[in-house]
């Protein structure tokens, strides 16, 4: 997805409990080459959520959350 980008919704920081979320919605087409299928030519707009627990100010732990099976309707994937 050449054109792949992300449009940052949201950030908040606990720190009582060491944790940092960040909510965006990725962006993109799949216009190019290097997927599972040839290229479908149609676009998807993924919201997520990256949820980061720090130990002495690193990231110790992060997990991204997201929908992928209807990101991957979207793009024409499944």
Not at 28 to 50: C, L, R
Not at 62 to 73: A, E, G, P, Q, Y
């Amino acid at each position: 997805m050449p054109d792949g980008h992300y449009e940052l919704k949201g950030f908040a920081a606990d720190n009582d409990r060491d944790t940092v979320l960040a909510f965006a919605v990725f962006h993109g087409t799949q216009s190019g080459e290097g997927g599972p299928v040839p290229p479908t030519g149609k676009s998807v707009a993924a919201d997520y959520v990256y949820s980061m627990k720090f130990d002495g100010g690193k990231i110790s732990h992060m997990t991204k959350i997201w929908n992928d099976v209807i990101s991957l309707r979207q793009l024409g994937w499944a």
